[in-house]
């Protein structure tokens, strides 16, 4: 057979690259940038090249495994199903359906036949324990976005082909290729900033490879952001230079906000973050004075005590000096399918609620119907008779990547049931009775749900699957609808496709009522989670209405388009894109305002001695693609960085063993000497630790790092979001006494 090529958006990262899959005979035979994607224009990582190590990778699951004797055994699907069938249904028949709990990845973001389905199975289980790995990451800036702006999803981004001054608070998307944020070729974006004269300033406890290329790098004490931004805020108050220009008339509580961050000046809050008034001065008059500039604050902002206020601090920010909903500042994608904020009646809706539920183990609030991951171990263990009794677990690895891991491991084991979808035997999926394998990325077509919704650019785009399925295997839409169907009490072989067409016309009836014939005929080729796409599409702002608009989009038409469709720059979107029930922009939630108490607390506090932060590196992803050969391959990257002060102090040189310890637990891991860390701060990366009994990956099991989790409580949040605090935490360092080997006799 010829070499054929296929377009495939990449679904590693939030940067959905397109890329072109040159195969032939079933093999991949190189992996490319696509040149003529409009989106991402020919940018690819590593990751994206070891999609082809992904698709072949031995250890990657391609049967049902069933665990007999606590060993797994590969099944059939029907035995897998019986099995889950026996499994779980007691114990929702003996104790109800909120003793299921369920508990999502990552990847549930970058795969639409998860994403899509599994909020069918979820409402189908019908249980109020849901938990997802945004508790570890973004949850305070739903919160903040939600309450400011009445929608969870009204994330704005820097626009960054136009704006003059970036500055990067708390994220390096130069490792990360961008956040809450899709922006391929973060690196040549930058680089054409700087050429027109722009500037880049980066703010963070590590002098990162974002900082590197940036004009100028300000160190940050871990979690003193909140106290910077107050301090920014203050500034612009006090020295004149709030302009809100458009937006003056859409805001409410500007006169409150001015009130209220009275008490923190530029120098009260400079020995807490750790940045010299002057500096922190400056930077307020750079952003009110700067025409197009932008304020962009990610992970590092929101896995910290303050979380929620950073996020919303930021956008206040960028409100006050005129740059929000602006060109060059930041703006508001409106995607083609799927979003929120492109629905219902523009200006003004009902906003969202917070805590309509409560956990049984801990007072931490419900968010976007969810609890967070970090609770579910003492929802398993310390709720009494209303506790967990069963998982479900989605594309997730929360022992390596929640704190304190091992409690839940320990946890998990404890369950009457578990089952797992996912393509690995990870650290987690090891406790499941059955695990149920996706499919190879390779293997499945594609859409994006979610990163359209923060993408630097507007595009509609759609990848065909690249090899078809093998025999016998059910893409992940079919095993979740068969999974509902098992859930909703109709046995274990219900078809997937009767099911799917069943929960669609009923989706379709509650919209459109006496249309629905109609509609469900005009998507009657598709089915899964293409003939959501289309009805989504159709029915969205660049959509064809069904007919009404024909030169608007639907499905075929994008089909018709290998790498899809530009739908150009942002444009401003306020007020129409404003869902709160006031039709204004919030400055100054209530509960935001009251938890400026805590901040007032911490300021008399003083900063920890030594401080914990994590890191990514561009070959790796959370816990996964350890195993996988073109990106293991190369130096250890699960090292300590710490600075040279540091290391002197503690007596460690460079590849010397430290012992590092927090939460009750001690690691020995290789330093790092590094002048890029700031003093006092030690940085290690998450999602290692691959020494696990029972974890199915051989490579990554070779070079299993350290499991940094384990240092980090599971208890300490941000109360507002129930977000895990993970970075800026206190920890012990020495150097590692090796016990002495005495010689064999
Ligand atoms: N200390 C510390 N901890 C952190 C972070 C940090 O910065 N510091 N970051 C946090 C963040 S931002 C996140 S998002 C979480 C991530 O936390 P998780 O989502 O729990 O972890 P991942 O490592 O992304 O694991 C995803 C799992 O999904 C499986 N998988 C991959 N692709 C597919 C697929 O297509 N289908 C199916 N069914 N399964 C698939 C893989 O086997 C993998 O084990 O980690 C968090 N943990
Ligand atoms: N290669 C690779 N890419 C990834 C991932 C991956 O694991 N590997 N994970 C993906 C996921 S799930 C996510 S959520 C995104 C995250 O994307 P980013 O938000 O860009 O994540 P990081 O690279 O962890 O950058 C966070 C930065 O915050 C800094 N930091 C730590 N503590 C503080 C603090 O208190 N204040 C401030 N201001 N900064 C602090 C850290 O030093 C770090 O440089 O990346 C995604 N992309
Ligand atoms: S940057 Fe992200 S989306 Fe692009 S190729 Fe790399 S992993 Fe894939
Ligand atoms: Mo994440």
Not at 338 to 350: C, E, I, L, Q, V
Not at 369 to 396: K, L, N
Not at 721 to 739: H, M
Request: net charge negative; with cysteine; charged share 20%.
């Amino acid at each position: 057979m010829a070499v054929e090529t296929s377009y495939r958006i990449c679904p590693l990262c939030e940067a959905c690259c397109g890329l072109e899959i040159a195969h032939e005979d079933g093999k991949v035979v190189s992996v490319r940038g696509a040149e003529n994607d409009p989106f991402s224009q020919g940018y690819i990582c590593p990751k994206g090249v070891a999609l082809a190590d992904l698709h072949d990778d031995p250890d990657r699951l391609r049967t049902p495994m069933i665990k007999r004797n606590g060993r797994f055994e590969e099944s059939t699907w029907d035995e897998a199903f019986a099995e889950i069938e026996r499994g779980l249904m007691p114990v929702i028949a003996k104790h109800g359906r909120e003793a299921v709990g369920a508990v999502l990845g990552n990847p549930v973001s970058h795969r639409y036949g998860i994403s899509l389905f599994s909020q069918r199975l979820l409402r189908a289980l019908g249980t109020p324990n849901i938990f997802s790995a945004s508790t570890v990451d973004q949850m305070p800036k739903h919160r903040a976005v939600g309450e400011m702006f009445g929608n969870w999803m009204s994330i704005a981004v820097p626009d960054i082909t136009r704006t003059e001054l970036l500055v990067i608070l708390g994220a390096n998307p130069m490792a990360s290729n961008g956040s809450l944020w899709t922006v391929p070729d973060f690196r040549g974006k930058a680089r054409a900033l700087k050429a027109r004269g722009g500037r880049i300033i980066t703010i963070d406890p590590r002098r990162t490879e974002t900082a590197k290329i940036s004009d100028e790098h300000l160190f940050i004490r871990p979690g003193g952001d909140v106290f910077l931004l107050l301090g920014l805020v203050h500034t612009l108050f006090a020295e004149g230079l709030v302009k809100t220009g458009r937006l003056g008339q859409h805001l409410n509580g500007l006169e409150e906000l001015h009130a209220d961050v009275a008490p923190y000046d530029a120098e009260r809050m400079a020995p807490r973050c750790g940045i010299p008034a002057a500096d922190i001065r400056r930077l307020a008059h750079d952003l009110a004075k700067t025409e197009r500039a932008a304020l962009y604050g990610r992970i590092g902002t929101c896995v910290q005590e303050f979380g929620t206020l950073n996020s919303w601090l930021i956008d206040v920010v960028n409100i006050l000096t005129g740059h929000m909903d602006e060109p060059g500042g930041m703006m508001f994608p409106k995607a083609a399918a799927f979003a929120a904020n492109t629905k219902g009646a523009p200006g003004s809706g009902r906003g969202v609620k917070v805590g309509r539920r409560t956990m049984k183990s801990a007072p931490v609030p419900e968010i976007m119907s969810e609890f967070p991951v970090s609770a579910i171990a003492d929802e398993i263990t310390q709720a009494g008779d209303h506790g967990i009794r069963a998982m479900i677990s989605v594309a997730t690895n929360p022992v390596l990547s929640s704190p304190n891991g091992e409690k839940l491991s320990r946890a998990l084991e404890t369950l009457d049931f578990m089952v797992s979808l996912d393509i690995y035997i990870n650290e987690t999926t090891r406790h499941a009775n059955v695990i149920l394998p996706g499919t190879s990325p390779l293997e499945d077509s594609h859409w994006d749900v979610l990163f359209n919704q923060f993408a630097w650019r507007n595009t509609a785009r759609y990848s065909p699957a690249t090899f078809p399925l093998q025999e016998g295997q059910l893409t992940e839409w079919q095993t979740i609808m068969r999974l509902t169907g098992l859930v909703q009490g109709r046995g274990p072989n219900v078809d997937p496709e009767a099911l799917d067409d069943e929960m669609t016309r009923a989706e379709v009836e509650k919209l459109a009522g006496p249309m629905t014939d109609q509609l469900m005929g005009m998507v009657a080729g598709l089915r899964g989670p293409d003939r959501l796409v289309e009805l989504e599409l159709r029915s969205g702002p660049y959509g064809d209405g069904f007919g009404r608009k024909p030169d608007g989009l639907t499905l075929a038409k994008v089909k018709a388009e290998r790498y899809g469709i530009d739908l150009g720059l942002h444009e401003p979107r306020i007020p129409e894109i404003l869902r709160t029930p006031s039709g204004r922009i919030e400055l100054a939630p209530a509960d935001f305002i009251a938890d400026l108490a805590r901040v007032d607390a911490a300021l008399d506090q003083p900063a920890g001695d030594l401080v914990l932060i994590g890191r990514r590196d561009v070959r790796t992803n959370n816990s996964w693609m350890h195993n996988l050969p073109t990106l293991a391959k190369g130096p250890n990257r699960c090292k300590l960085l710490v600075h040279p002060a540091d290391a002197a102090r503690y007596g460690l040189g460079n590849g010397a063993l430290a012992e590092i310890s927090g939460n009750g637990t001690s690691l020995l891991v290789p330093v790092e000497v590094s002048e890029d860390m700031m003093p006092g701060v030690v940085s290690l990366p998450h999602g290692w630790g691959h020494d696990q009994d029972g974890a199915g990956q051989g490579l990554a099991a070779r070079n299993p790092g350290v499991n940094v989790n384990a240092l980090i409580p599971e208890g300490t949040r941000d109360p507002l979001s129930g977000n895990s605090v993970l970075n800026g935490v206190a920890i012990s360092l020495r150097a590692a006494v090796l016990p002495i080997v005495e010689a064999a006799e």
